[in-house]
């Protein structure tokens, strides 16, 4: 049997204890230390973050005025150059002379893109009845000219145009179901007035549409608002 002599001894509870603080005091020590460089590290990436330019991904989109279909179309010139006006294309119109210009019949008023519109120099011997008849007259502004103050016969006034120039252009509407007995009565069918009116001088305009034919007002205002009063 082997007895413990005085010289051998082993820890004693306080010293476990001591050890124990020791390293429990060094844990919380470095878990501190972890913590606070972190808590900065966060800080640092958060601001770096808030800081940094936004990378802008708005594209520029560039757009492409439409052309102008009326730039091409033939420029006529009225006598004493009163007025000028685009002649669309397809368009042929005989010329009355003094700035009048007409299309009676055999014509059309569709727009014929690639053939250039014509203004002849044959007088037209009557209207018929049976194709639109068109009418473009100029006149100076002079209290005679009752045309320009008068709204035509029987006829609605509807909202007024622009030429492209700003020039304001009267529009009226008729339409008539009764048959023609005198040419003082409106057409069977429907009437177009409009009215370019310049502070010297207008440009009259009538386009009658018989029944059972086709309507061209749309081509024929796209004209008028190349109109130019000189």
Same mark, same amino acid.
Request: proline fraction near 6%.
């Given at each position: 049997m082997h007895k413990v ?101 055999? $014509? &059309?008023?569709?727009? #014929?893109?690639?053939?250039?519109? @014509? ?6 011997? +009557? %209207? =018929?009845?049976?194709?639109?008849l068109l009418d473009i ?19 609605t006034q509807e909202p ?37 009116? $310049? &502070?010297?001088?207008? #440009?009259?305009?009538?386009?009658? @549409? ?6 061209? +007002? %749309? =081509? ?11």
């Amino acid at each position: 049997m082997h007895k413990v002599t005085k010289t051998e001894s082993g820890f004693s509870i306080v010293e476990v204890v001591l050890v124990i603080v020791i390293v429990g005091l060094i844990g919380t020590v470095g878990w501190l230390v972890y913590k606070n460089h972190h808590k900065t590290t966060k800080a640092a990436l958060t601001t770096t973050s808030a800081t940094k330019p936004a990378t802008s991904t708005k594209t520029t989109t560039t757009t492409t005025e439409p052309a102008n279909p009326t730039a091409s179309w033939y420029l006529y010139t009225a006598p004493g150059n009163d007025y000028t006006m685009r002649i669309p294309d397809g368009w042929v119109l005989d010329n009355e002379g003094n700035g009048t210009i007409v299309q009676y019949s055999g $014509g &059309s008023l569709a727009i #014929v893109p690639g053939t250039q519109g @014509v203004v002849t120099s044959n007088y037209p011997q +009557h %209207a =018929n009845d049976d194709n639109p008849l068109l009418d473009i007259q100029w006149y100076t502004n002079t209290p005679n000219n009752s045309l320009f103050f008068q709204t035509p016969n029987g006829a609605t006034q509807e909202p007024s145009l622009e030429t492209n120039g700003g020039i304001t252009i009267d529009k009226y509407y008729l339409y008539s179901s009764q048959p023609q007995t005198n040419i003082d009565e409106p057409i069977q069918g429907t009437t177009y007035t409009y009215i370019v009116k $310049g &502070s010297d001088s207008f #440009v009259y305009v009538q386009l009658l @549409v018989p029944i059972n034919t086709t309507d061209y +007002h %749309a =081509n024929l205002e796209e004209a008028l608002k190349t109109v130019v009063l000189n």
